[in-house]
């Protein structure tokens, strides 16, 4: 247990490779959109153009759902109390299943390949299957409570939202590819997969971890019990009766509950941004400034969800879609990852009785800051290319460059890590035998 943050132990976090893997291969996935949308002119013509399928999902199963599995890996023991038999082995697996069903989904959806796109989706099954039969072993044999924190509720909650994510998911790639006839029509069905993966499962998860993270790294106050025991349970709720609104009683109840989940979406937003405005960090480092405009694109996609339904426009469903993917998650991801990283490199240096450069060491934030930079010009070429097409090549460089670089600082970090003395195999106690 550590004085600093009760209700944590990193004494149960996994060996550095578990999660490692997971960081360090999702940028490439970034890096694949980029190029996608430099050598697919059309991609953001539409929400519906393969293009924009494939991009989507490179990002959002190859590099939002590897980041987010990866801290859960780390997560999970130490927030949670709940450690995965086996992590190393079980994140070997599910890695290899994640990154290659990533690829056959994504290449499936842009190139109209219906085997590709099965393909994609039954690894991607096998590898959720793996990881959720894992983590819920784990979470079954954890401690109830932890310290009276609610992210290990909403942990459970967010691994629900993937589980009935994924499901809408499979079962729309199975129809496309097959032709199959469905109760509910395409459309329909797939905003029900897109609600669930971005609210149910992103929203969740990114809430989960910030309620510890963001007070812990920002140093901010905490975020309102009322607001955190509350928030996870009433998105699930308004998501299952949104569901049904949207499957028996269309345009009667469906909009006003997605109005609704907009309005948690955006609270969460502001209350960030409130906590930020009072932390007690002297200077905003870039992560911080970083986290910052992920919570203005949450809040702003969650103003151009309900415009696209009221607003008969195409461009404003990808003007949300970008908003949301782009801006919040991979904003907030980024952010995040640049804390995660460093930190477990000192932790487990320090772990393994080494002395550890500090994280300012490890991560510089000049370099930090000069990616981040790019990261925000590559959102506004995307928002601009929405209204002006010719400008996805622009957004297309723009979105290779920010991954590129992303990988680049993360390996640095990991270089500077081994040069410290960082080993692959190192244990931190004759406890850490039980990992294999
Ligand atoms: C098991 C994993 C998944 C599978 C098999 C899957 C499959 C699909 C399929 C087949 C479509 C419809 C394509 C079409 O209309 O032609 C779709 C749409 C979509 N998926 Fe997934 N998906 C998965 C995971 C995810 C995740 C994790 C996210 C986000 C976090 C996501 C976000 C979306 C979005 C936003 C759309 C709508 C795209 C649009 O309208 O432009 N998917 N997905």
Known sequence: MSGANPGLSY?????????????LTAPLFGIAAGLLLLADGSALSSRWSPGALGAVHLVATGLMLQVMLGALMQILPVVAGASLLSPLRTARVNHALIASGSIGLSWGLWRAQPIATLTGATLLTLGL????????RALYRAPATRGGSDTPRDLRLALVGLAIAAALGILLA????RGLALPIDLPTLVNLHAGWAWM?????????????VVPMFQITPPYPQRLTRAWAPTVLVLLLLWSIATTVARDVADVPLAVMLCALAATFGAMTLRLQARSRRSTPDASFLAFRLAMAAVICGALAVPLSLFADADALPLLAGVLILHGGF?????????KIVPFLAWLHLTQAGIKAPNMKKLSPDVLVRRQLRVHAFALATLLTAVFVQPLSYLAGAAVTTEFAWLFLNLARIVLAWRRAGGQWSAGHNPASKKYV
């Open 11 to 23: 004494d149960d976090a996994p060996p550095f490779a578990a999660p490692l893997r997971y960081f």
């Open 174 to 177: 199975t129809a496309l590819a």
């Open 200 to 212: 149910g499962w992103g929203a969740l998860l990114v809430a989960a971890t910030s309620w510890v």
């Open 330 to 338: 991979v904003g907030a991801i980024s952010a995040m990852l640049y």
């Open 129 to 136: 299957a793996v990881f959720l039969l894992a983590a819920a």
